[in-house]
């Protein structure tokens, strides 16, 4: 027979909900994410500014540090799941509306205390702008390097037919190496 103490101690669901220190963790790890995401956007542009500029070094410089931010960034969403998890979990409401990956911020905020709403509906609605906006930056970069990768190509490709005396390119376009042609350039006249 088992003793009263020995006896498992179920608790409740009151007795599990959030406090509002959860709430608090969550609000400051959201508000670095937005501290650390604006300094991927600032990067993002001196990424742009490297690359319009072709400074190597400053696109080194730039690199490195993106990664760095990303780092932070990685270790920050693993908190935050954490405790959206943790916080889904005790708030019985939440945990039956969905799995921790299509909760949001703004899902959680609706079951937070009165003070705490506030701050995380403004800072989740702040991220979610910023996160917008470097996505945008992003996909202008992208397009960017497409188009200079294009344009280099381009250039390759003129270059070679200029150098081919003997017409060594293939029907798609492409320099057919099958035929070696010794060919010089003069780069000091």
Known sequence: MKSPSSTAKTTSPIDSAPSIADFDKLDGVLRELLSEHERLLALAK????AIAT??????TQCMTAQGEVIQRVAALE????????RIAAATPAVATAGNAKTLTIS?????APAPVRDRLTAVAAALRDLLNTLHREHQAMRQAAETLSTHMEGLMRQVCRR????????RGGGFDASVQVVSSLDVRS
């Open 78 to 85: 693993k908190l935050r799941q954490a405790l959206v998890g």
């Open 54 to 59: 072709a400074d190597i070094a400053g696109l």
């Open 163 to 170: 150098l081919s005396h003997a017409g060594t390119y293939a």
């Open 46 to 49: 001196e990424h742009q500014r």
């Open 107 to 111: 899902m959680l905020a609706l079951r």
